[in-house]
Nanobody, 114 residues
Framework: QVQFVESGGGLVQPGGSLRLSCTAS????????MGWYRQAPGKQRELVAH???????NYADSVKGRLTISRDNAKNTVFLQMNSLKPEETAVYYC????????WGQGTQVTVSV
């Protein structure tokens, strides 16, 4: 059974930083491309950042230079370092694993507000 444990969300002031973690079990983590997505209230879920099994990364234009995705295959974990956060980035953040199947984490709330 594939499971994810997401952590690191919370309340942060504009301009602040958070680091999200997503630890997977029940799959061969190193074989999966991993992504972070977010969904704000009333909006569609959107891709934030993606990292391939080989370590190549790509980002949504709106987050380039501020958010960084990384992975530690030894710990079955993908990270999202978020700096200079903006209020409009308030959303539920989800990790996703993609290879032969697609698996989603349960989501972690990020709120950017004074």
């Amino acid at each position: 059974q594939v499971q994810f444990v997401e952590s690191g969300g919370g309340l942060v002031q504009p301009g602040g930083s958070l680091r999200l973690s997503c630890t997977a079990s029940g799959l061969d983590f190193s074989m999966y491309d991993m992504g972070w997505y977010r969904q704000a209230p009333g909006k569609q879920r959107e891709l934030v950042a993606h990292i391939t099994s080989g370590g190549r990364t790509n980002y949504a234009d709106s987050v380039k230079g501020r958010l960084t995705i990384s992975r530690d295959n030894a710990k079955n974990t993908v990270f999202l370092q978020m700096n200079s956060l903006k209020p409009e980035e308030t959303a539920v953040y989800y990790c996703r694993a993609l290879a032969y199947s697609i698996y989603w984490g349960q989501g972690t709330q990020v709120t950017v507000s004074v």
